[in-house]
C-alpha cells in the first residue's frame, strides 16, 4: 500500500489496518532515506503476523527515487503499509535552532507535529531513523500508559553527563528546568516517543509543540521541547526499547541508582531497539560491536547496503588520512566519544581492527562470524569458488544472496499443475498441462520432513499452482503444511477466480490456520473487490500477490536455450528466481521454481535433459545446512536458461502453447 501525500494530506489519513493497526511515524531526508530503509526492514522481519504495521514518512521533499526504495522494502510484507506525507506547507524553518549541531536537519523537529496531523488516530509511536528493530515493535503499544500523554526512554547518557559535568551541562544547557528533571533522572530520548494522542489533544493546545520550539533556541532541540511541553506527563519505557549504543556502565556512571544500572545491563544483553545515537558511531561511519550484531545483518538483505557500505568505505578513507596528517592520539579525540579515551582498552587497535573490516568488506564477510550474511562455504575451496563466481570487487547483493546459503527456509508448493486459465509464457507451464495433482500423502510426509528438519519454522511458504484451488483436498494441504510449520507467513496463491464458489469449510481453514489468500491481478473480466470482501467476512487475511494491487498486465519470461549451450554458473548468478523460488516438488527441492517444472515443457517439446543432479532429495538430505547449502550453487539445468537476456515486461496474452513462448 503505498500513497504520497502533499499538503494537509496528513490529517486526511486513516489506520491502514482494522483492526489491530500499529501505527509507526518516522522523518527523513534524501541522506537518512536509506538508514530509514534499514529500519523499515528490521520492523518488517521481526514483525508479528496478527498486526497491521502502518508505517507513515513525513518529509519535506523526497526524490523519487529514494520514496520509490523504500515502498520496496515492504514489498511482499502483507501486514505492512507505508505512505509518506510531505510536511513541507507546515514548516517555518527560519527560527528552529540548529547552529549548535552541524549535522541537525530541519527533519529532526518534524515529530512535533504529529499531535496535530493524525486527528484520526488514537495513539501512535515515533522511531528515530538510526535505529534497528531486534524485537516486533507491538510490545512497545501494549504497555499501560496510566494517565501520561507520552511514553519513552531515560536518557541515561544526559544523566551521567549532568551527574558528571554539572557545570558545564547548566552553562551550555541554559534551561534550569531541563537540568533539573535530567537530576531527577526524568528526562527522556526522543529518539522513541509513543503519543497518546487522544490525551494529548485534550491536554494540551494545538501547535503548542511547533510554537514552543519556534519560542527559543533549545540545546537539544526537539528533545528539550518534547521533555518541557510533557514534563510530568511521561511514562518511563524500559531502556531495552531504546538503547544506545554506548558503553554507558563504566567508572564514570559510578553514581546511577542501581536500578538504571540493572536495567541498562539488561538492555545492553537483550536490547528490542537499538539507537545509534552519537555522530561518530553510526553504523555507516565505524564498525562497533552493536552495528555489526544487528544493522549490518539487516542492511545487507536490503537494497540500500551498497550505498551505506559506500558511506563507510568513504568515512574510513577519510579517518586514514587524518590519521596520516594528524598522529593518532589527535584522531582518537576527534573521533571516539568522552567514554571512548584513550585510557579505554586499545581504541586505536579497534579502529584498525574496523578499518581493515571496512576496506575489505567482501572478505570479512568470510572471517567475521558476526555477519549473518558471510559467504559460509564448509571448505575453504568452497568459499574461494563463490568468490570466484561473484568476481570479488562485484559488490552486487543480489549475486551474494543467491551463492549464499539462506538462515531459514522459505518454499513453494505447486498444488496443480495444471490451470484454469492459460496466460502466454507462464512461468510454471501450466497451459501445457492436462491435468497434474500433487498427491496429499506423499506431500503431507514431504512437510513432516521438513517440518522436523527446520523446526517448524519458515520465512514464507506459497501453495500456488498452475491453479491450486482446483485441487479438491485444498483444505488437507493448507492444514498439514500448517501443522508442520507453527511459525512463518503462509500464502495460499491463487488468480482467484474460483474463489467465489468456495466452500466456508476452505475460508475457515484459511483462517484458522492463518493462512493468507493472495491473488494475482489479470486483465480479465473479474470481480475482485467482491472476492476481497468475500474474504472480509470469513475474517481471512486477503492481500493481492507481491503486495500489488495493479493488473498484471506483463509478464516476466525467462527464456529457455534448448540448445543447452548456457553457463550454468552465469545463468544462476544472473537468475531472480535462484535461491529464492525454492520450489518443493516429489519429496526434492529446487533451488528456483523453473526447474520443476521444464519436465512439462520437456513432455509436450521434448529436450532439456534433467537429472537427480537439479535438486536434493529431502529424505536423504542430513540435515537442514546440506539442504541450504546445497539451494546456493547452480545446478545442471541453469545450462537450459539465458537469464540474461530475460524479457521483462511482455504484455500479458492468452496462450496457443506454442514452443516460442517459453524459448529464445
Ligand atoms: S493464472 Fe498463473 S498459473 Fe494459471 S496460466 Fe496464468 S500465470 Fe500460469
Ligand atoms: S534453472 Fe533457470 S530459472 Fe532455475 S535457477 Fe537456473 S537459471 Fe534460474
Redesign the pocket.
Known amino acids: 500500500m503505498a500513497e504520497n501525500c502533499q499538503g494537509n494530506a496528513g490529517v486526511r489519513l486513516k489506520p491502514a489496518f482494522f483492526p489491530n493497526n500499529l501505527p509507526v511515524v518516522f522523518s527523513a531526508d534524501d541522506f537518512y532515506a536509506p538508514v530509514l530503509g534499514v529500519l523499515i526492514k528490521s520492523i518488517c522481519e521481526t514483525r508479528s503476523f496478527d498486526m497491521g504495521y502502518d508505517l507513515i514518512i513525513l518529509h519535506g521533499g523526497l526524490a523519487p527515487n529514494r520514496i520509490a526504495a523504500l515502498l520496496q522494502v515492504v514489498q511482499g510484507y502483507d501486514n505492512v503499509s507505508l505512505r509518506f506525507v510531505n510536511v513541507s506547507m507546515y514548516v517555518q524553518e527560519q527560527n528552529l535552532y540548529k547552529a549548535n549541531r552541524s549535522d541537525l536537519s530541519k527533519e529532526a523537529y518534524y515529530r512535533l507535529l504529529i499531535p496535530d496531523l493524525f486527528p484520526r488516530y488514537e495513539k501512535m509511536l515515533y522511531l528515530d531513523c538510526d535505529m534497528i528493530a531486534v524485537e516486533d515493535i507491538s510490545a512497545i503499544f501494549d504497555v499501560d500508559m496510566g494517565d501520561c500523554c507520552i511514553a519513552a526512554v531515560r536518557d541515561s547518557y544526559s544523566f551521567r553527563s549532568v551527574l558528571t559535568e554539572k557545570d558545564k551541562i547548566q552553562k551550555n544547557a541554559g534551561s534550569q528546568e531541563i537540568l533539573q528533571a535530567t537530576l531527577a533522572h526524568r528526562y527522556f530520548n526522543s529518539g522513541l516517543v509513543l503519543f497518546d494522542l487522544r490525551r494529548i489533544r485534550r491536554e494540551i493546545d494545538f501547535g503548542l509543540l511547533w510554537k514552543t520550539a519556534m519560542a527559543k533556541p533549545w540545546p537539544y532541540h526537539d528533545q528539550d521541547v518534547l521533555n518541557h511541553v510533557f514534563a510530568g506527563c511521561v511514562h518511563f519505557l524500559h531502556c531495552r526499547w531504546n538503547f544506545c549504543d554506548v558503553i554507558l556502565l563504566d567508572k564514570k556512571s559510578a553514581d546511577f541508582p542501581q536500578e538504571i544500572k540493572d536495567e541498562l545491563s539488561e538492555a545492553a544483553a537483550s536490547p528490542g531497539i537499538v539507537h545509534y545515537l552519537f555522530p561518530c558511531r553510526k553504523p555507516w561511519q565505524n564498525a562497533t560491536k552493536y552495528s555489526i550484531a544487528y544493522f549490518w545483518p539487516v542492511a545487507v538483505r536490503s537494497s540500500f547496503y551498497d550505498e551505506l557500505l559506500g558511506r563507510q568505505l568513504k568515512f574510513a578513507e577519510e579517518i586514514i588520512i587524518v590519521k596520516t596528517r594528524k598522529g593518532a592520539d589527535e584522531t582518537l579525540s576527534q573521533f571516539t566519544h568522552e567514554e571512548d579515551t584513550k585510557d579505554n582498552v586499545n581504541q586505536l587497535t579497534a579502529y584498525e581492527i574496523s578499518l581493515s573490516q571496512q576496506r575489505l568488506i567482501l572478505q570479512s564477510m568470510l572471517q567475521n562470524k558476526e555477519l549473518e550474511y558471510r559467504l559460509r562455504g564448509k571448505t575453504e575451496e568452497d568459499a574461494r569458488r563463490r568468490l570466484a563466481l561473484l568476481g570479488l570487487t562485484d559488490g552486487n547483493v543480489d549475486k551474494i544472496r543467491r551463492v549464499t546459503p539462506k538462515r531459514i527456509l522459505s518454499f513453494e508448493i505447486s498444488i496443480c499443475g495444471h490451470c484454469n486459465m492459460k496466460c502466454r509464457g507462464c512461468a510454471h507451464f501450466a497451459p501445457l498441462v492436462k491435468e497434474d495433482y500433487a498427491d496429499f500423502p506423499e506431500t503431507d510426509r514431504a512437510f513432516t520432513r521438513l517440518g522436523q528438519l527446520f523446526n517448524g519454522e519458515a520465512e514464507s511458504i506459497h501453495l500456488l499452482g498452475g491453479e491450486p484451488l482446483l485441487h479438491p483436498q485444498i483444505n488437507d494441504f493448507m492444514k498439514s503444511v500448517r501443522r508442520h510449520f507453527p511459525v512463518g507467513r503462509i500464502e495460499l496463491v491463487t488468480n482467484g477466480l474460483m474463489l467465489p464458489n468456495m466452500e466456508d469449510s476452505f475460508w475457515n481453514t484459511c483462517r484458522e490456520n492463518k493462512i493468507q489468500v493472495s491473488v494475482t491481478k489479470y486483465p480479465v473480466e473479474f470481480d475482485y473487490i467482491a472476492v476481497q470482501a468475500l474474504a472480509a467476512y470469513h475474517g481471512v487475511v486477503f492481500g493481492y500477490y507481491n503486495n500489488s494491487d495493479l493488473t498484471e498486465v506483463t509478464f516476466n519470461r525467462?527464456p529457455l536455450d534448448l540448445s543447452g549451450a548456457?553457463d550454468?554458473d552465469n545463468?544462476?548468478l544472473?537468475?531472480?528466481?535462484?535461491?529464492t523460488c525454492i520450489t518443493l516438488k516429489n519429496g526434492r527441492l529446487?533451488?528456483?521454481?523453473?526447474?520443476p517444472n521444464?519436465a512439462y515443457f520437456a513432455e509436450r517439446f521434448g529436450g532439456l535433459d534433467a537429472s537427480r543432479e537439479?535438486s536434493i532429495d529431502i529424505f536423504h538430505a542430513r540435515d537442514k545446512e546440506e539442504i541450504l547449502e546445497f539451494l546456493s550453487l547452480?545446478?545442471p539445468?541453469?545450462r537450459?536458461?539465458d537469464?540474461v537476456k530475460r524479457i521483462p515486461f511482455e504484455q500479458w496474452g492468452t496462450s496457443k502453447c506454442e514452443i516460442e513462448e517459453w524459448t529464445l
Open positions: 525467462l548456457q550454468p545463468s544462476f544472473n537468475c531472480y528466481l535462484a535461491n529446487f533451488p528456483c521454481s523453473i526447474a521444464m537439479d547452480p545446478f539445468l541453469c537450459y536458461c537469464s
